[in-house]
């Protein structure tokens, strides 16, 4: 008996370690099924392409949207312009259309619940103070090491690709859409989210790309002493370098740890199947801002009365507004202002032009905009050119040209039904209204029809007034 027994401990021992190296075999089966679910083809072939020579690419300057230096002080009108009656013939009268109620509930702060069936850990941040929760893979939380090179590069992407990193682009997109963020807050979200995994700007970055891409954008990196994110865009944007590959800009947006500066970067040929979608910058309003709203008081005087207008707004906006790269002028006019806010300036602002002509109510609209703001030039406020949304001429001290321009078109189109266009002249920035009738004064003809001349910085000037030193110069005219 004793013998047998001696006999059977070696069997067992084999028929366990059998047991034990099976199971450790279908584990690791498992875990390359789970790799290779994830690794699809679009990632294979991709992988192919970074693991390849990378190319040097020239960076490019940033470009300046317009070098010539602004007014610093403003020409007032010869003689102050009464707001004087126009026949209703020429000039038809205003009838502003009944808005509805200004909505004063404040923002709740949004939070997306994760996908039921994710068994992922969660992170937490703030986002413009909405507290955000999203599932994260562990191997998204692995940095980056090694020498910069393409091999090394190819190498992270196909970590992260290999993890189970869809419900984190889907949580992602969810808590996108919830805030109604466009593209650029959807990259300021994905951003953000990188932030919390990393501290160091090569994983952070790389990760952040991943992601983009996953998620559909033509994002990119590319490398020197360091690895910057680049991303291609519907609008053209001024400050910031770029790069031109295949035809398409790249621009080294600033989700950058540091910017981009000119010389050479290496950065690889081909395209991953997911990422074709540029960044668009439209609708930056639609974002749902939490937290409170503020007031700021604006005061100016028609016909020898005083008016006075309180303009509620989100705080968060103007923080969110600071982020967005400098784009080109129509931008600035198509914007429009949040709900809010809009309800709020134009609730009051309807009894000044209601029952007037169409000339009599765009004139008041220049008075309230010429006087109810101080000007001051971008480089004086802020150190560089720096062109304001709507909201955040309402919002700081002091404001520009164009600044002034944007928020006049706006309130023109919105109250009077009128439209508008941009009239772009070396280092200044007016408007231009087409009324329904026969307005006198400088005017400019865009696409058959006749746009006056409204200065909105030219103080106490009328519509049909040119300021002095542009008189003899052509302006560009825009649409937006």
């Not at 610093?72 to 312009?81: D, H, I, Q």
């Not at 599932?135 to 940095?143: D, G, H, N, T, V």
């Not at 932030?195 to 990196?221: C, E, I, M, P």
């Not at 950058?256 to 540029?278: C, D, I």
Request: with cysteine; hydrophobic share 40%.
């Amino acid at each position: 008996m004793k013998i047998r027994t001696l006999m059977l401990i070696p069997a067992l021992l084999l028929s366990s370690g059998l047991q034990a190296e099976s199971e450790y075999e279908q584990w690791r089966r498992q875990k390359l099924t789970d790799f290779q679910a994830y690794l699809d083809e679009n990632d294979k072939a991709f992988i192919q392409f970074l693991q390849q020579k990378w190319q040097p690419v020239d960076v490019a300057p940033a470009r300046q949207r317009d070098p010539q230096p602004k007014p610093v002080e403003l020409p007032k009108a010869p003689k102050p312009a009464p707001v004087q009656p126009t026949p209703v013939d020429v000039s038809p009268i205003v009838k502003v259309p009944e808005p509805a109620p200004a909505v004063q509930q404040r923002p709740q702060p949004v939070v997306v619940i994760s996908p039921p069936a994710s068994h992922l850990p969660q992170v937490s941040f703030d986002f413009y103070g909405h507290s955000i929760r999203i599932p994260y893979a562990k191997e998204l939380r692995k940095s980056f090491s090694g020498a910069l090179n393409s091999k090394s590069i190819a190498a992270y992407w196909q970590q992260l690709a290999g993890s189970p990193h869809k419900d984190t682009v889907s949580a992602l997109q969810a808590q996108a859409k919830a805030l109604q963020l466009n593209d650029w807050g959807t990259a300021k979200l994905f951003d953000q989210f990188a932030r919390q995994l990393h501290r160091d700007n090569n994983s952070r970055q790389l990760t952040s790309w991943f992601l983009l891409v996953k998620a559909g954008y033509d994002a990119r990196v590319a490398y020197n002493q360091r690895i910057h994110l680049l991303l291609t865009s519907e609008q053209e944007m001024f400050g910031v370098t770029f790069f031109t590959l295949s035809n398409k800009r790249y621009y080294a947006v600033n989700l950058n740890e540091q910017p981009l500066k000119p010389g050479k970067v290496f950065t690889y040929e081909g395209q991953h199947e997911e990422g074709r979608r540029a960044l668009d910058f439209s609708n930056p309003t639609r974002f749902t801002a939490s937290g409170n709203t503020t007031e700021r008081q604006l005061k100016f005087q028609l016909d020898g009365k005083d008016y006075r207008i309180n303009v509620q707004y989100p705080e968060r906006y103007i923080s969110y507004f600071s982020s967005f790269p400098q784009l080109s002028l129509p931008n600035y006019f198509r914007a429009g202002l949040p709900a809010v806010t809009a309800d709020s300036l134009l609730q009051q602002l309807r009894p000044v032009v209601e029952g007037q002509s169409e000339l009599d109510a765009a004139n008041r609209l220049l008075r309230f905009v010429q006087t109810a703001f101080a000007y001051k030039t971008d480089d004086d406020q802020f150190g560089q050119e720096n062109y304001l949304f709507p909201l955040e001429t309402l919002h700081y001290p002091y404001s520009d040209c164009e600044d002034r321009a944007a928020l006049f078109a706006w309130l023109v189109e919105s109250l009077l039904g009128l439209d508008a266009v941009i009239l772009d002249y070396p280092g200044h920035v007016a408007t231009a209204v087409a009324f329904h009738g026969n307005v006198k004064g400088d005017a400019v003809m865009y696409n058959g029809k006749r746009f006056v001349v409204a200065d909105p910085t030219f103080v106490n000037a009328s519509a049909g007034m040119t300021m002095p030193q542009y008189a003899n110069s052509q302006p560009k005219v825009v649409a937006f």
